[in-house]
């Protein structure tokens, strides 16, 4: 039955490939998936926490700390020219 079904052209899978990991590779996305963490980081820390005041600081401390690392690790340097 394997000699049946056809398999999609090389190019077409390139091309297909190439959309996927621009999506994924793209800010928003970045930052999206950097406030998901946070959060679940955030939950996680609350029977440590026992406060909704203490979690709303974890929550923004840990976002802050991991967009700007993305922000000084990443984005830094695509924008300087390699020399």
């Excluded at 800010?27 to 999206?32: A, E, K, M, P, S």
């Excluded at 950097?34 to 926490?49: E, K, M, R, T, Y």
């Amino acid at each position: 039955m394997r000699f049946l079904i056809k398999r999609p052209k090389v190019s077409s899978l390139t091309e297909d490939l190439d959309t996927v990991l621009s999506v994924m590779q793209s800010n928003i996305f970045v930052y999206l998936d950097i406030l998901v963490f946070s959060l679940i980081l955030a939950f996680l820390l609350w029977p440590f926490l026992h406060s909704l005041k203490m979690e709303i600081i974890t929550f923004g401390c840990a976002s802050l700390f991991f967009c700007s690392v993305y922000f000084f690790l990443f984005q830094r340097s695509e924008k300087t020219p390699y020399t």
